[in-house]
């Protein structure tokens, strides 16, 4: 297990609207909203914990509601007939088991004795569980703090290191008070997604899900998720091979020209009938990713491209197509990075200026004229960083760089977003476990990160996102997280051993004075031969 998640060491369900479903709808007078408020008064809490028996609940909630107490008799009968388990959860919880076989199961449920008895009825995987607690049994009910005490001091568990998984949020929140990693269970799935992700290695799981669909990491297009359509094209697949170093993840569509010159799609004619121009960014990022003694000579002719046409401000646009002017700050800082790799920084200090202006004047808050998250740009700067040993470069940038991106801490992202966070806030040193909470409740059951969107076109109007570059970037964030300080502890000779040898221990306590005073003697003696 990672050493930033929590060792959980036990597991405590809730059994009715968890475990077990049922229904309240019955063939007598007692509607289902009168049995729901039936069951949440003192009487049937009196009788959940034993301290009223069954005949004497009944007759006292008739005489409460003015009901006929063989109706409430029959209406809870029918109600516990209806009492299935759901089996899809129970294989889970089984299944976690056998992957962690230190976890330890249990049950706590607000019922009680007789109706328990009923439940234990029902066909369920009973074994899963080394222990149950009812109400019956202990006499005290969730949410009141003693029912949990009882659980944790007759399991010996460290609540610190057991999650709590129940339907009501006032049962999750007592065991929260006391130390328990709580979940409000809401749905099957949600719950299963949630354990997973508080008790299963992230990266592996991200891992798994990465090699599984190699090769079809694409992108997608569209304005929602929703109406997306798949997108073959190649920056996105570059970022993936950078953060994975793993070239069988991507589908690449290199240049046929010698001219080095990358296009962003692999298809150059999908939006029209004409070839979609190079682009700068695209191309920048493919001499770098891919970076050999072979690919050096592409990249010279690439950046004598790229400085014959700069804007009268020394910048770069995002086409080689005249006929295209954008200009965009993401793309500036991207082919900054080829520059720096291959030893020419020396020639784009417009570009590096006006960079280090946009971080100190925040412009980028906003995300840039492609790049839709604020982070992107920032994880821009640290490729850069990462791709030069420039002294210079990295006393101008780190600081402001740390500077920008301790503001967006905790800031909502998706999880593309909080991954580059995650990674630059790494980079510069800040150990930002806010995001990392966060980012970490995102990942999916199937083991990857939602989809999140990565650029812009603005002219349609539209979006490009990965779910594979999310996922791929989150195990980067997680992988270069830093530990947490040890303390250092002062190194001492162990009392087993002293306790071997009682004579060396007073043998010590008689020559330390003698092996501190001689020494001392020998330098003030040496002091005074030299007045």
Request: contains cysteine; proline residues 5%.
């Amino acid at each position: 297990m990672a050493p930033y998640l929590a060792q959980y060491s036990a597991l405590v369900f809730d059994l009715g609207d968890v475990l077990f479903q049922w229904s309240p709808v019955t063939n007598t007078p007692i509607s289902p909203k009168v049995l729901h408020t039936i069951m949440g008064n003192e009487i049937w809490y009196a009788y959940e914990c034993g301290q009223i028996s069954q005949e004497e609940c009944y007759f006292r909630l008739a005489d409460r509601f003015s009901l006929n107490a063989e109706d409430i008799r029959e209406a809870f009968n029918q109600a516990k007939e209806s009492l299935t388990a759901d089996f899809d959860l129970v294989n889970f919880i089984r299944q976690l088991k056998q992957s962690n076989p230190h976890l330890r199961i249990f049950a706590c449920s607000n019922v009680s004795r007789p109706d328990f008895e009923a439940l234990r009825l029902k066909p369920a995987d009973w074994g899963i569980f080394e222990r149950i607690f009812t109400s019956g049994d202990v006499g005290e009910r969730k949410p009141n703090l003693g029912i949990y005490r009882h659980l944790i001091a007759s399991t010996g568990i460290d609540p610190r290191r057991a999650i709590f998984v129940d339907d009501k949020l006032e049962n999750v929140f007592s065991a929260q008070s006391l130390g328990f990693q709580g979940i409000v269970f809401d749905s099957v799935a949600n719950v299963k997604q949630t354990l997973l992700n508080l008790l299963c290695d992230p990266v592996a799981r991200g891992s798994a899900y990465l090699q599984s669909n190699q090769g079809k990491l694409q992108s997608v297009l569209g304005k929602t998720e929703e109406d997306s359509v798949i997108l073959h094209e190649n920056f996105a697949q570059l970022l993936i091979l950078e953060a994975t170093d793993n070239p069988s993840l991507v589908h690449l569509v290199e240049p046929k020209n010698e001219t080095g010159l990358w296009n962003f799609f692999h298809d150059p004619k999908l939006l029209s009938k004409e070839d979609f121009p190079y682009d700068l960014d695209t191309t920048s990022m493919a001499h770098t990713v891919l970076r050999s003694e072979k690919s050096a000579e592409g990249a010279t002719r690439v950046m004598n491209e790229i400085v014959k046409n700069l804007t009268n401000d020394g910048l770069p646009l995002t086409y080689f197509d005249p006929r295209r002017p954008r200009l965009d700050a993401g793309v500036c800082v991207c082919v900054v990075t080829i520059f720096y790799a291959y030893g020419r920084g020396s020639e784009v200090s417009n570009m590096v200026q006006w960079i280090f202006d946009i971080l100190v004047n925040r412009a980028f808050t906003n995300g840039t004229y492609y790049y839709i998250y604020p982070e992107y740009f920032l994880y821009a700067i640290v490729r850069l960083l990462n791709s030069t040993t420039d002294r210079a470069l990295h006393a101008k940038f780190t600081p402001i760089l740390k500077e920008c991106i301790q503001e967006r801490i905790g800031v909502s992202g998706d999880a593309l977003a909080l991954g580059m966070r995650i990674i630059v806030c790494n980079h510069v040193g800040i150990r930002n476990d806010i995001d990392m909470r966060t980012m970490l409740k995102m990942q999916c059951a199937d083991g990857s990160w939602e989809m999140s969107w990565v650029y812009r076109l603005p002219s349609k109007n539209i979006k490009v996102g990965n779910r594979g570059l999310a996922t791929a970037v989150a195990i980067k964030a997680i992988g270069t997280f830093p530990r947490k300080e040890k303390e250092t502890r002062r190194k001492s000779i162990p009392v087993s051993v002293m306790k071997l040898f009682p004579q060396l221990r007073s043998q010590m306590l008689v020559f330390l004075p003698i092996a501190l005073t001689f020494p001392l003697t020998f330098i003030i003696s040496r002091h005074l031969q030299l007045f």
